[in-house]
Structures are given as C-alpha cells and as structure tokens.
C-alpha cells in the first residue's frame, strides 16, 4: 500500500507539472521569452529616430528581433539621403543583414486601386499617379537649415562620423518600403514600431487586410492628446489652455503634432484598423526633455561609437538651437517611445518601467467642419459621384475642409494667433468615431532617489547605448587604418583665365558640366566659386557630391555657396524657414527625380570622399557653410583690377536673381542662361508633370519671378535654350565616343554614369525624360568657346518671361516685339563636332583626376603610403 500511495502521489505531482507547463507554453510571457519578438521599424530618420534605432539595435537579439526597416518618405528626411545614411548606421552596427524599405513608383488609380509599392512620399490623400505632388502637410517642416538640410546630413556629422559600406541604394534595384513591409509582417507575429507619418503602414493596411492579423501591436510616437502646463489638474482633458501641438508658427493649426500632421487620413487609417494601439505623444515626451544633468552626464559616457554618435548629433542640435531653452524643448521624443514599447512588451500585463499609462478614446481629425460643404480643399471627396477614391461619405468625419497648407486663410483666425484648423489632432473623443488605446502620460521618475538623472529612462538610455554588447565596429577614422584628409589646394592667383561662377541645382547634367569645366585648362577658364540653387533637381544636402566632385579632381580651393531652397515670393512672410511649393511640386520625388539626383544614380558613393562637407558644426568654424550670396561676393573680392565674371546658370534662376537685387552686377561680363524654351513650331517643353503646361522648361518654370527680374535686368544674356539641348541628347552617340577615349578616371565616371541613364530610360518609363539632362552640358561648352569646328549660330529674339496668372503658362518664354528682352540665342551647332570635342576634353590626362574613386581611396587609407602623402 505504502508503495501504491508513493507511486500516487509522484504520479499527481507529475501532473501538476504538466499543466503548470501548459499554462506557461499557452502565455504570452513564455512565447517573449522562447521566442524573439520580430519588429519592423517605419522611420523618418530623424535625429532622434538615430537614437531611437541604436537604443533598439543595441537590444539582446535574442529578446527582440528587428526584423526590417522602412523609410517614411514624407517626413523630415529626402529618401535618398535617408536610405544611405541608414545602411552607413547598420553597417558600423555589424546589422547589414536588415533589410530596408524606401520609396516605390506604384500609384492609387481614379478607379480607387492601390497598386503595389506605393513610394509613401505624399500623404493618401494626395497620391496619384506620380511621385510628384503637393506639399500641403509637409510645408510645415523646413527644407533648409533647422529641418530637412540638417536631417539629411544630420547637421554634417552622417559623412564626418559614421563609416561606409557596400550597401547604397541602386536605381530599380532599392527594394521599395511596401515589399519589406509585405515580407516582413507575411513571414509572421511582428510589432510595428513608427517613428514619423503613418503612411507607409497605412498604405499596406489598405492593400493587404488580410495580413494585419500578423500585426500583433503598433507602439506610435506621435500626436498630442491632452496639453501640457502648470495647472495640477492638467491630466484631466480640457483644464488647460496652453497649446497641444508642436507645429510653428500656430497661427493655422495649434492641435497638430508632425507626424500625425504629416498624414492625417494615414493615421486615422492606422488608429481605426483594429489592431492593439500604444500612443506615446507629446503630452508625455514633454515631461522628459533632455535636460541638463541628462546631457552632462551624457557628454561624460561615450564609451561606444553608438553613444558617440549620439552625443555628437545631440550636441550640434544643442549648440545651433535657437532660443536659450534647449534644455526644455528638446526632449527624447522616439527613443523613448522605443523604451516605453520595450519595456511594455516585457511586461504585457505588468507595469511600465518608464511611463504612467493610461487607457484613452482617441480618434484623429482629418477635416474641419462644417462637413459635406465643398471648397476645393478636400481630394477624397469626388462630389461629382457617389462613389470616392475611399468610399468617404460627404457629410461624414472627412468631409470637411483639410488645411491646404501653413497659410490656409480658412484656418486663420481674425485678431488671433491661434488659428482654428485641427487637420491631424489626436483628440479624445465618445461614440462612434472613439478607439479605445493605451496612452503614455508622464516619464516616471528615477527609482534612484539620489541620481542626478531624474528620469528611469535617463539612466536606462545611457546605460544601454554604452554597454559593450551589440556594440558598434568602428568609425570612418578607424575603418581604415591610415585614414586621412587631405585637402587639394593649387595656387590659382597668377593664372588668368576667364573668371566663370557656376550657378546650379546639382542634376546629373550640371555634374557632367562641372566636370568638364574642371577638366579645361585653368588659363581657359577659371572657375571662381559654385552656386547650389536649393529649389531645383536636387536636395541641398546633395552638396556634398559636388564637394566630392571637386576633390576628385584636386580643386578644393574653390568655394561653394548654398542658395534659397524657396522661389521667390514662397517663403512664410513671418517664418521664411517653411515655405509652399508650388513649383517645386513638379519635380518627382521618387525615381527620375529627387532620390535618384540626390544619390547621382546611386554613383554618388563611388566618388571619393571630401574633408569638406556641408556642416552645422560649431567646434569647426573653418568648416561652417557658406551662402550662395557670401560665394558671390568673395568670387567678386578675389578678381585681379579691371576684371568681370561671367555666370553660367543652369538652374532656377533664383540665385541670379538675388545677385540682380544685390545691385551688385556692374562685375558681371555676361550670363549664359541653359534652359528656357521659345515656342516654336508647336514643339513642346519638357514639363512632363505639368501636363496643361505644354510650353514651359523646368528651370524657367521653377521660379519663374526670379526669371522675370534677370530678363529685367540690363545684364547680357546668352540663351541655350532647349530645342538647341534636345539635339544634342543622344545617350548612343556620346556613349560610343566616350568608348574610344583615353581610359581618365573622369571619362570612366561619365561613361558609367551616362550608361546607367540610358538603361533606365530604355527599362523603365520614369526615366524617360533623362536624355534632357544630356543638353545641360552644352551651356559649359559654349561658355568655354575657342571651338570654331562647332559651327555655332546665333540670333538675337526680344524674349518676354510669364511669370504669373495661370499654371499651364507660367514659366513660359514668349517672344514680345515691345516689352521683351534683347537675348542671344543659340540656334545651332554641330552635334558631330560637339560630340567629338566633349569625349576629346574628358580623355585629356591634363587636369586629370587627382585620386579617382572611393575605392581608389580606400587602398591609400588601408596602406602605409597615405601619410607621406601632402598637398
């Protein structure tokens, strides 16, 4: 018996076992702990979304898994400089095998079809057909200086700092934000974090429902629910009267934060999918700014390249901040949505370690009312039928007005600086429209008492970006072990040239001519300084290519300015940082336009790199950027008694201008303008956004006011118009001379360059306006002259710029016998010759290429021989 009992009880004993196993395998808790959690990540690559992504990275891989990353293209980042700066982070945290996810050339068709791979670079309800488009959200985030210039570079530091892979991203090649996202969530459970807009994840919600029961949570940073100020009952909605949001000035919308205001309709979408929601807002990031004892005790822990990263980027923002509270308004706004998300999904049914959380009913507003009135503002509402693009019902939450843009009148109230539009307000509200979602509040204190860190997050921050686990491999200056930055410098001042200021946007063309002109002789031409027109083909962060260009060929002595990022007239009248586009809008954001010229085709990283760089770093003055104007005027100061500069522009004519209005032109020889097209024949323009506008060209039609004044002027111009460019555009022909060149490291480049143009445009049907980039060099060509086998003719027509009323003719250069301008224009020229002479001058070896490639760098760099090497 005695025997039985004992058998009995482990039996029992066994079982209880079993079932308390069970119970464990069917929790949560156990499938955390078994099992890696698999997070995607859609960012803006924002300064604090770098921070945000190493506190992930820096993770036990075996707790959570950071399965991909996609790029929000919409936001406070150009997806070109975005994409590359994120593989440069990835690879000096030894994390290449991550995918990343930007752009897409798919479109939402009028029969309301979401086509595949939608580029997320405008908001939903904006999205057509193009990558082209309005800007009616993201205007409130500046291009320049304080917004998307320092993001793209992060204030300089991105090339200063971190090292340079393999990965890049390459022309039909990058996969697009859609396919990573399908991949990643269709291969299982996964939590998404988002860091800027929503429309990425929005996008795949809509076209792929039935895989958001993979989406196990979504933790957003984002929005302001309830407003922050003195009052101790603040936490109770509608004591407090102090401002919600964060976009300035506020005289429009005071409710929005920026990246729920980035897509209102997208975040709507997003919130009322269904699928468990964490919002960290405003309200609760407020209460851990980056205060002083934070910083300091920062500044004294850089024990990883990750936290010197960090800091490096924290410090700038904290040196070039405007006013004297950075200490108050700069808080750590993503990183800690990450380690509020972290530390939620440790503790599903426990407390978090960082923040008071609180259960909340939030809708987002889309529109304003009154609802179901039309006033033009509105795109998701086809009120000629009734069907619409997302079957939105007239009278209903989206039917009202959407903010237009930082000066809608409708949002402006009379005698107030506070305006009444709430487009992208994360409000609480009951009933039909509420979502019932888990709400950050406060930032918990320190535990410790005695810290000088008073947040748990502080320490937390600190302590996981310098631990020596998942940490970084190197920099650019340990990458290699004889790294060094050389500066070229010739002595130009006895050589006397033809003094020439190059005035450009940075497209494929302007690099082909600035080479070319580096490549004549200096007693030819001599090249004063560059202009960077910041409202063209290219973002202003593409500078840095041109600093590249310039140091492969051994003339970092040339200076280099950057221009307005605005035409003239569209800057805010009280806030000139943000502006509209309403004609920068034409230039395509995704392939064909801004992401393939701010990467030069994805070459870009085949150059080699500058010491010089665009940077907001104050510890380096001698380093500090330099206005197009600043260029204008040391170009003028260095020319020798008697002398005058010519100007070649090929671009918005926005820096001219600005140069017309300095009233100081009586140094300017002449000014060889290429763009511009006269109506001739019914031949058409190249505005192929812009299909009313049949007869306009893109540099005219960019700023067409800033035309206006130099076609004004009584300055000489010479224009290369674009007929005259079209003839002389033919990839086969310039790429079969450049075949039979001498072997330069310049003429190999072009070669490349212009082979891969022509590729895509024989592939893809984005890149069938590339061969237009072609005629740009021609201004370079004739600027030069001594050419007499080139059979140039010219013609003299009295040219008159449209430069406002309607927009299918702004832009548009019209011949008028009374009013217009005397201009000389190129009628003619001998392609053959040309051709000839172009492949001829880039095969020369004189003005040859100092140090021809990064690859060619990386050899000196891994070698003992860079430093005996001194210019």
Not at 282 to 297: C, G, K, Q, S
Not at 451 to 459: A, T
Not at 630 to 656: E, Q, R, Y
């Amino acid at each position: 018996m005695a025997l039985l009992a004992t058998m009995l009880l482990k039996i029992l004993v066994w079982l209880q076992i079993m079932v308390l196993r069970l119970d464990v395998l069917n929790s949560g808790d156990y499938y955390a702990q078994a099992q890696p959690r698999r997070i995607l990540v859609d960012t803006d690559m924002d300064g604090d979304d770098v921070f945000a992504l190493l506190y992930l990275l820096k993770q036990n891989k075996t707790e959570f898994d950071l399965q991909a990353i996609t790029i929000n293209a919409n936001g406070w980042s150009d997806a070109g400089h975005a994409v590359n700066h994120l593989y440069d982070l990835l690879f000096m945290m030894d994390r290449d095998h991550i995918p990343v996810g930007v752009g897409g050339e798919g479109a939402i068709l009028p029969n309301h079809t979401i086509l595949s791979d939608v580029g997320g670079y405008l908001p939903i309800i904006d999205q057509r057909s193009s990558t082209a488009g309005n800007c009616r959200y993201r205007q409130a985030i500046p291009v320049g200086h304080g917004g998307r210039l320092g993001v793209n570079t992060n204030h300089g530091l991105r090339r200063a700092f971190l090292p340079q892979g393999d990965r890049r991203y390459i022309p039909l090649q990058q996969p697009s934000t859609q396919k990573v996202m399908r991949d990643a969530i269709s291969a299982g459970p996964i939590t998404v974090f988002l860091l800027g807009s929503h429309t990425n994840l929005a996008l795949f919600l809509i076209a792929h429902p039935h895989l958001k029961k993979n989406i196990e949570h979504i933790y957003a940073m984002g929005g302001a629910v309830r407003p922050t100020c003195n009052n101790p009952n603040s936490s109770k909605a509608g004591l407090c009267e102090e401002d919600f949001g964060n976009l300035y000035p506020q005289d429009t919308n005071p409710y929005a934060e920026f990246n729920i205001f980035e897509d209102p309709f997208a975040a709507y979408t997003v919130l009322h999918s269904g699928i468990p929601f964490t919002l960290i807002p405003l309200d609760a990031t407020r209460t851990i700014p980056v205060d002083e004892n934070f910083y300091l005790a920062f500044e004294n822990k850089q024990n990883t390249y990750e936290a010197q990263y960090s800091f490096k980027t924290l410090k700038i923002v904290h040196d070039t901040w405007p006013n004297s509270d950075f200490y108050k308004q700069y808080c750590m706004w993503d990183s800690f949505m990450v380690g509020v998300a972290l530390s939620q999904m440790r503790n599903s049914h426990g407390e978090n370690e960082f923040a008071e959380m609180e259960y909340m009913n939030i809708t987002v507003i889309t529109s304003n009312e009154p609802y179901g009135t039309s006033d033009g503002s509105n795109p998701l509402i086809d009120w000629g039928s009734s069907n619409t693009i997302f079957k939105i019902e007239k009278n209903g939450v989206h039917g009202g007005h959407v903010q237009l843009g930082m000066q809608d009148q409708f949002c402006l109230v009379e005698g107030g600086h506070k305006g009444k539009c709430q487009d992208g307000y994360t409000k609480e509200v009951n009933g039909t429209e509420a979502v019932e979602i888990l709400v950050a509040t406060i930032a918990k204190p320190n535990q410790d008492s005695g810290s000088s860190l008073g947040k748990e997050f502080y320490k937390s921050f600190l302590d996981v970006l310098n631990q020596p686990e998942q940490t970084g491999r190197f920099n650019i200056t340990t990458q290699f072990p004889y790294y060094e930055e050389i500066l070229y410098k010739p002595d130009m001042r006895k050589l006397k040239g033809k003094p020439v200021v190059f005035d450009m946007d940075m497209s494929v063309g302007d690099f082909v001519a600035l080479l070319y002109m580096l490549k004549l002789p200096a007693e030819l031409i001599n090249l004063k300084g560059i202009l960077i027109s910041g409202n063209g083909w290219a973002t202003s962060a593409t500078v840095d290519v041109v600093y590249d260009i310039l140091h492969m060929m051994g003339r970092d002595d040339i200076p280099v300015g950057l221009g307005n990022v605005y035409a003239v007239g569209h800057a805010h009248p009280f806030y000139p940082a943000i502006g509209h586009c309403m004609y920068s809008k034409a230039v395509p954001q995704g392939s064909g336009g801004f992401l393939d010229s701010d990467t030069l085709y994805g070459l870009a990283r085949d150059l080699p790199r500058s010491p010089r760089r665009y940077t907001e770093d104050t510890d380096n003055p001698e380093l500090t950027k330099r206005t197009a104007l600043d260029v204008w005027k040391s170009s003028v100061k260095s020319l020798n008694p008697g002398a005058k500069i010519t100007i070649l522009t090929s671009a918005p004519l926005t820096n001219l201008a600005e140069i017309v209005r300095s009233e100081n032109t009586s140094v300017i020889q002449d000014i060889y303008i290429v763009g511009g097209h006269i109506r001739q024949d019914n031949e058409k323009g190249n505005l192929f956004t812009v299909p009313s506008n049949e007869y306009a060209e893109f540099n005219i039609f960019l700023d067409p006011l800033a035309a206006k004044t130099v076609f004004d002027s009584k300055l000489d111009v010479t224009l290369i118009p674009l007929h005259i460019q079209k003839q002389v555009s033919s990839f086969p022909k310039i790429l079969n001379n450049l075949k039979l060149a001498n072997r330069t490291p310049e003429a190999l480049f072009v070669q490349r360059l212009l082979s891969r143009l022509w590729r895509l445009q024989q592939n893809n049907n984005r890149y069938l306006h590339v061969d237009t980039f072609l005629g740009e060099i021609l201004g370079a060509v004739i600027l030069a002259g001594n050419h007499p086998e080139l059979n140039e003719e010219f013609n003299y027509k009295l040219l008159k710029v449209i430069a406002e009323g309607d927009i299918s003719e702004i832009g548009q250069l019209i011949i008028d016998e009374n009013q217009g301008k005397r201009v000389k224009v190129l009628k003619n020229v001998n392609e053959d010759a040309y051709y000839d002479h172009f492949t001829g001058v880039f095969g020369d070896h004189k003005q040859s290429a100092v140090i021809g490639s990064f690859w060619e760098q990386k050899i000196i760099w891994s070698t003992s021989l860079s430093s005996n090497n001194s210019h």
